[in-house]
């Protein structure tokens, strides 16, 4: 009889070993979870942002993430004037625009 645990140990990890594909399955499964529920979304969302960018003109109401609501006046490929006020213009990132308005938003304030 011997008192070393490392005997003991070698016993139990030669019955325990198996293929080493079933621990990459619960990885696998996480990595498939996140990319439904995360990473999927996200490029749809960034898509539709893009897609939005490209389709403003002049003339449309539109919400920053800033929170100004304004009106374009000018758009060039990277910046675009805002109007957010008689007489008060600011150039903004066409990025920053958060979303179109509906036409005579601005009107009813």
Not at 14 to 25: M, R, V
Not at 29 to 52: D, M, S, T
Not at 68 to 83: A, H, M, T, V, Y
Request: glycine share 10%; hydrophobic share 45%; proline share 3%.
């Amino acid at each position: 009889m011997s008192f070393f645990i490392s005997d003991a140990m070698a016993e139990g990890t030669a019955a325990a070993q198996g293929s080493g594909w079933e621990g990459l399955i619960p990885l696998v499964l996480l990595f498939v979870v996140f990319y439904f529920l995360l990473i999927r979304p996200q490029q749809k969302k960034v898509k539709e942002h893009k897609a939005l960018v490209e389709a403003i003109k002049k003339g449309d109401e539109v919400a920053t993430y800033g929170g100004l609501l304004g009106k374009i006046r000018d758009l060039n490929d990277s910046f675009c004037d805002l109007e957010i006020a008689d007489n008060v213009i600011v150039k903004i990132e066409r990025s920053n625009i958060a979303r179109l308005l509906p036409k005579g938003t601005l009107k009813g304030e």
